[in-house]
């Protein structure tokens, strides 16, 4: 199946900054990479996804690029502001069987912005 | 649109008891999934439904079961609580976009299920 890893797994910047976050994948099937925003005591929010016959895709503040060949996707965060401080996941579809609906998960990453 | 809703947000049970979580997906969405949430593990997929039926179950043992109605409401049960059962349980609905591509889910506020 397939197997996400996820880099950093706690992050801090000023205010201002810009946040990477780095994930890589195992499954070369996996063809759909969301990121979800995590606050505390809430369900994890859908922030910006891509699909595997785009390279990158960007939303106001928020960016993601995919490198199919070497199989990994970062998460770019410019401007960062201090509600930008949760947890972020990065997913993959598990492409095996033909599965388009079971999202593997990263570890997670602690984002902290100091204000 | 409204979101997707889960009952009840908390949960206290007793080892040996059993649980029900359900979850009303967003309108007009038919696939529904199950996400089991802990510090330890991460995110793992339970199962999913659509259309009433089970098209894909994860890694966990036959006490956790799932259901899913005509209306897509779900249900999940967890039999015969043990404490590592302690999580958030994360429901995320889904509109397939067909042609074959992957859904993209949205999550409910999870039901943190506490076992002592």
């Known amino acids: 199946g397939e197997n996400v890893e996820q880099h950093p797994s706690t992050l801090s910047v000023q205010e201002g900054d810009s946040a990477v976050i780095k994930c890589t994948y195992s499954d070369s099937a996996s063809n759909y990479f969301p990121w979800y925003k995590q606050e505390l005591g809430k369900g994890p929010q859908l922030i910006i996804d891509?699909?595997?016959?785009?390279g990158e895709k960007k939303d106001q503040r928020i960016a993601v690029t995919l490198n199919k060949t070497a199989k990994h996707f970062s998460l770019h965060i410019t401007e960062t502001q201090p509600e930008d401080s949760a947890v972020y996941f990065c997913a993959a579809i598990d492409g095996s069987g033909g599965s388009n609906y079971k999202l593997t998960f990263g570890k997670g990453t602690l984002l902290t912005v100091n204000p | 649109k409204a979101g997707v809703t889960q009952t009840p947000r908390y949960l206290i049970k007793t080892r040996g008891q059993q649980v029900t979580l359900s979850c009303s997906p967003i309108s007009g969405h038919r696939s529904v999934s199950w996400y089991q949430q802990t510090p330890g593990q991460g995110l793992q997929f339970l199962f999913e439904y659509f259309s009433e039926t089970q098209r894909n179950k994860g890694n966990f043992p036959g006490r956790f079961s799932g259901r899913q109605f005509s209306n897509s409401r779900s249900e999940m049960n967890v039999s015969t609580l043990e404490l590592g059962d302690s999580a958030l349980y994360l429901c995320?609905?889904?509109?397939?976009?067909?042609?074959?591509?992957?859904?993209?889910?949205?999550f409910g506020p999870g039901t943190r299920l506490t076992v002592l």
């Open positions: 995320a609905s889904s509109s397939p976009p067909g042609q074959g591509l992957a859904d993209t889910q949205y």
């Open positions: 891509i699909r595997s016959n785009v």
